[in-house]
């Protein structure tokens, strides 16, 4: 895994460090994880992490005969309260998974937790890709609404080598103001907002974590050199970098 400093957003209030490459000697700018899921810089590290598990998983997943992968969305009714509205829509599709009609039909699959924010406040949705057979739409929202209290369920097909990027897109897709991203990340800490269920849980290899490889040379051992958290002392480096050739 590797990123390079000119792909991060500029004049941000980010907190960033310089790493020296121990085979090569180039410096390399990186930020540091803020915490806040829903950061534009830290957005694109993050997509990698989940990313490089997915494809894992798609690697080695195979249906059985009848079987075909699907994309359900689920919505609940919108709450003035993100993190109460996310812990009910959670809640509602245990519940769901439970239920004959589900477990009859669908083996395992994984989603992702999106919120997203509009003039009438804020809404989740939770993206699913299920691997299992057909069920009729209107049994499954029938399904959904007892559990819910809500009607937003829908399904359709979806093609294998589209999953990776159709889950993870939704995971890093930033359409909120700064002052949102920060209520949303804050009210959306310990909230698990990747899970995978049923049959997959077997699928997913053991986490490990990824190295940061050197966009130089590839070497994964690094030598910390300073950190800052301005765009204008990040600019300095930058042009230190430039003048004396390094990464």
């Known amino acids: 895994m590797s990123f390079h ?3 991060f ?17 180039k410096i390399h700018v990186v930020p540091l994880y803020c915490g806040n899921r829903f950061c534009s810089v830290c957005s694109g590290s993050r997509m990698h992490r989940i990313r490089f598990r997915l494809k894992s998983l798609m690697d080695v997943a195979q249906l059985a005969k009848g079987e075909k992968y699907v994309h359900m969305i689920l919505t609940v009714k919108s709450q003035d ?12 599709f245990r519940k769901f998974r439970s239920r004959k009609i589900f477990k009859t039909h669908y083996s395992g699959g994984a989603y992702v937790l999106e919120l997203t924010h509009s003039e009438s406040g804020w809404h989740a949705h939770l993206h699913v890709v299920l691997q299992g057979k057909f069920c009729p739409q209107p049994e499954l929202l029938s ?9 937003g ?16 897109k939704y995971m890093c897709k930033i359409e ?9 990340g804050e009210t959306l800490k310990k909230l698990r907002l990747f899970t995978v269920f049923g049959n997959w849980h077997d699928l997913l290899p053991a986490w490990s974590k ?11 051992q690094w030598l910390p050199l300073m950190i800052y958290n301005d765009d204008n002392s990040r600019q300095e480096m930058l042009s230190l970098q430039n003048r004396f050739g390094a990464g």
């Open 5 to 7: 400093y000119q792909n």
């Open 9 to 25: 957003p500029r004049g941000v209030d980010h907190e960033f460090t310089s790493l020296q490459c121990k085979s090569c000697g």
């Open 81 to 92: 309260d993100p993190k109460a509205m996310c812990k009910f829509l959670q809640s509602c």
């Open 143 to 151: 399904a959904w609404r007892s559990i819910s209290g809500a009607a």
């Open 153 to 168: 369920l829908f399904v359709k097909f979806i093609p294998k080598n589209a999953i990776v990027n159709y889950l993870t």
């Open 176 to 184: 909120l103001t700064p002052i949102l991203s920060k209520e949303a």
């Open 210 to 220: 990824i190295p940061y490889n050197c966009p130089s040379c590839g070497c994964c």
